[in-house]
Nanobody
């Protein structure tokens, strides 16, 4: 089970850090963040491999967001800097047994409940 937290309402240019806590072990699992804005499809944001050595980002967040994980704490993070109004969405964390290069939401088996990020202009 995954639990996402850390969302909120911020102004453009601000930062937020999302957390995703896993209640069970995530040994060997790829983890990732996806987001879904109202009326839009769920889209890939970032992924990280099991040991945290490889990451992948959507072009829209590259250079602004950083994904990381602490396997000792069974927790994944998404540091979001220089937030823009277009980053407004519900952010979901996910885990799966595939590769960190998997960017489709159907590649992931386990999902958190989502945390809302709202960026005002």
């Amino acid at each position: 089970q995954l639990q996402a937290s850390g969302g909120g309402l911020v102004q453009a240019g601000a930062s937020l850090r999302l957390s995703c806590a896993a209640s069970g072990r995530t040994f060997g699992y790829v983890m990732g963040w996806f987001r879904q804005a109202p009326g839009q499809e769920r889209e890939f944001v970032a992924t990280i491999n099991w040991i945290g050595s490889s990451t992948l980002y959507a072009d829209s967040v590259k250079g602004r967001f950083t994904i990381s994980r602490d396997n000792a704490k069974n927790t994944m993070y998404l540091q979001m800097n220089s937030l823009k109004p277009e980053d407004t969405a519900v952010y979901y964390c996910a885990a799966g047994s595939g590769a960190y290069t998997d960017t489709y939401h159907w590649d992931y088996t386990y999902w958190g409940q989502g945390t809302l990020v709202t960026v005002s202009s």
